[in-house]
């Protein structure tokens, strides 16, 4: 396994491997690698001849309220992780590398990127729609796996590649869980004990809004009411969005039909932690 720091080697390896017409499988991540981020990892290795996973804290996406500074970091943590599923390349450049004195480009996100996670992180998913293209500018994956986990970003990650008429393939992976069901997030480190407690109550939350659904509950005001005061029952709980969403349209819904996306936002002491569920009624 390679170490990747420079922009230009990376471009070159890259280069190399298509030349010989090996399929570059391609893991975006800020690092801090948990289970969420192996089972993109083990995908990728199981469909890809090269396996590129890029290790880079994006401050393009952080407000200036957000957590970049304390934002976890542990290289030789993830590099034995990644030797260990097989990983062909880490490339983890530097804030300058990617971004020099004198960065002037940025991507802009029409309207999806302005709704959920985006209304309360205004410049969020441009840092990210900005970063995740010079990526693929430098690796030129075939493939590239996100997960679920951050349902918009997979969405507008897809809409970038078709817009901009990338030539890749993005896969998207389900959420992967801990043992009483709270997703698996580099953030959930910040949680103390009664936070990390309380926030299991997420996913109680999306899977009674299930079984509320095919009950045949229609009405998203209704569940968002029973979700908010089942979340409200923990102490360190402050939610600031439960969202229930059309998935064609990416509108909110008022009554549901079909496949929708339940998506939501709490904050847990200062920690704020995201899920969501695609239900279909
Ligand atoms: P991050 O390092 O948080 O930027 O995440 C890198 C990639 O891993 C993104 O595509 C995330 O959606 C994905 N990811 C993070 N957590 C999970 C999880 N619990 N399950 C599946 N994918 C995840």
New binding site residues.
């Given amino acids: 396994m390679k170490l990747v720091r420079s922009i230009k080697e990376m471009a070159a390896l890259s280069k190399k491997y298509k030349g010989r017409g090996e399929a570059i499988g391609f893991?975006?991540?800020?690092?801090?690698l948990?289970?969420?981020?192996i089972?993109?990892i083990c995908r990728a290795r199981k469909e890809c001849k090269i396996v590129v996973v890029s290790i880079f804290v994006n401050p393009a996406q952080f407000g200036p309220k957000d957590d970049l500074k304390r934002y976890p970091r542990n290289l030789g943590a993830d590099t034995n992780i990644c030797r260990r599923e097989g990983v062909d390349i880490i490339f983890s450049p530097n804030r300058e590398e990617i971004y020099p004195k004198n960065y002037k480009t940025y991507l802009a996100i029409d309207d999806l990127g302005r709704v959920l996670c985006g209304k309360f992180r205004s410049g969020h998913f441009r840092g990210v729609a900005t970063i995740v293209t010079k990526l693929f500018n430098i690796i030129s994956p075939d493939f590239a796996?996100?997960?679920?986990?951050?349902a918009q970003?997979?969405i507008i990650i897809k809409k970038l590649v078709r817009d901009l008429n990338m030539p890749l393939e993005v896969k998207v992976?389900?959420?992967?869980?801990e043992r009483d069901g709270l997703?698996?997030?580099?953030r959930n480190t910040y949680l103390n004990r009664e936070q990390r407690e309380d926030a299991a109550v997420l996913y109680q939350a999306l899977r009674m809004a299930g079984v509320l659904i095919k009950k045949g509950s229609r009405s998203s005001k209704e569940i968002i009411r029973r979700m908010r005061l089942m979340i409200l029952k923990k102490k360190s709980a402050r939610i600031q969005y439960i969202s229930v969403f059309d998935l064609k349209e990416f509108k909110p819904v008022k009554r549901i039909k079909g496949k929708i996306l339940i998506a939501l936002a709490v904050f847990f002491g200062k920690t704020r932690l995201i899920d969501n569920m695609i239900i279909k009624a």
């Fill in positions: 893991v975006p991540t800020m690092g801090a948990h289970k969420g981020h089972s993109l796996y996100f997960g679920q986990k951050d970003q997979a992976l389900p959420i992967v869980r997703a698996m997030s580099s």
